[in-house]
């Protein structure tokens, strides 16, 4: 019976060492400033990786982290901190990161001023208290930038693409084109992108936009995207050349400086006519000539003639009543431009039996000409 009490002690024992108290241990707080190893000096304006990494042992109810001033560095957070759990001889244990990325602004030796984690504890009372632990001081040895500040431009990666709305050379008459630069930069902040460079044509008219630049934090550093786009149309009816682009930048991988060269590109217009420019050609219009007219005229006349043939026409007496249809006063004008009285006489005696010494005038009506079979 004593040796299972004695074993289940020894089994218990390690875990009152465990329990939490006012009483803090070094190993159990640990804070740390780590700067990633890359075998090199840096160079004044190169990007240098810091974490910022924690290791606890004891329960946290609270934290806050405190940070330097970082005197002579310009600096950006790699996204949010990170807490995360490990196991260490059996036991849990907290983790916290924080990725930072630091810019120096000066040649020379800089110091990494100390962090302070400020920790809310538990002790064996389950009592909150006050404690905070910090991070060592780290010096930096920081070189000066081999190039003028307007050509220096350290880069861990970079990245140009080329993009055209259209085919540049195919361009439908006052059409123009849009040409967008793409820059990918990592390990760049935005200021640090070159400002957008001045497009050159001999005969081309250019518009510039406004420049775009965006940033995304990755872990291995700030990822940053400039977009530089112009309008390019030529000056001329024929065609116009874009003249280079060329792009300095220090690859701090490689340790070297290196030139970016975009060709030059011809900007023109293609004999496709845009769908509005296009006409339809005309056709040659003749109009009929004389044997035209006249075979058409006996056409009509024929038909005329089969379409009243077995009519007889009503009302033409009425019609004949009008002076210039009236055959009686044909004669009596002819009888007298010729001086004939007889002649005269005899024709106004008809007109008289015909129509009487006082005629009433008569209109003639839609209805006095008619035709009808016979």
């Known amino acids: 019976m004593r040796g299972w009490m004695i074993a289940a002690l020894l089994v218990v024992w390690p875990l009152f060492g465990w329990g939490q108290s006012r009483e803090v241990l070094p190993e159990e707080l640990q804070l740390s400033v780590e700067v990633e190893q890359t075998g090199h000096q ?3 304006g190169e990007m240098i990786l810091v974490t910022i990494r924690g ?3 004891r329960h946290i109810t609270r934290e806050r982290v405190e ?3 970082l005197d002579g560095f310009s600096w950006s957070q790699l996204g949010p901190d990170r807490w995360y759990e490990e196991r260490s001889r059996g036991r849990p244990v907290k983790m916290f990161e924080r990725r930072m990325a630091l810019y120096p602004e000066r040649a020379g030796e ?10 809310t504890l538990t002790d064996e009372g389950d009592e909150w208290f006050e404690y905070s632990v910090h991070s060592e001081p780290v010096k930096i040895s ?7 500040a307007s050509e220096w431009f350290p880069v861990r990666r970079l990245r140009i693409s080329d993009d ?17 630069l793409r820059i990918e930069a990592l390990g760049a902040l935005p200021g ?18 406004p420049e775009k630049r965006l940033v995304e934090l990755t872990p291995e550093g700030p990822m940053t995207y400039a977009f530089w786009r112009w309008t390019i149309r030529p000056g ?18 490689g340790r070297m400086p290196h030139e970016v060269t975009i060709s030059a590109q011809r900007v023109a217009y293609g004999t496709v006519l845009p769908t509005s420019a296009k006409v339809a050609p005309l056709r040659e219009t003749r109009l009929p000539g004389a044997s035209q007219a006249v075979l058409g005229g006996a056409v009509f006349l024929l038909g005329l003639w089969l379409a009243l043939r077995g009519w007889r026409i009503e009302g033409w007496d009425r019609l004949q009543r009008f002076a210039l249809l009236d055959p009686l006063a044909w004669r009596m004008r002819r009888a007298a431009r010729a001086g004939d009285a007889r002649s005269l006489r005899r024709a106004a005696t008809l007109v008289l039996t015909r129509d009487g010494p006082n005629p009433e005038p008569r209109a003639v009506g839609p209805g006095d000409l008619c035709c009808r079979a016979s």
Do not use: K
């Open 110 to 119: 800089l110091t990494i001023g100390v962090f302070a984690h400020h920790l």
């Open 236 to 253: 001329n009816d024929t065609s116009a050349i874009v003249e280079p682009v060329r792009l300095r930048y220090f690859d701090t991988g």
């Open 42 to 44: 840096p160079y004044r």
């Open 192 to 209: 640090m992108i070159p400002p957008m460079p001045d497009l050159h044509s001999p005969s081309g008219l250019i518009f510039a936009h």
């Open 67 to 69: 940070q330097p001033p």
């Open 55 to 57: 290791s606890y042992r």
């Open 164 to 180: 055209w709305s259209n085919a540049p050379d195919q361009l439908a008459p006052g059409e123009g084109v849009l040409r967008v």
């Open 142 to 148: 920081v070189a000066p930038a081999p190039a003028p």
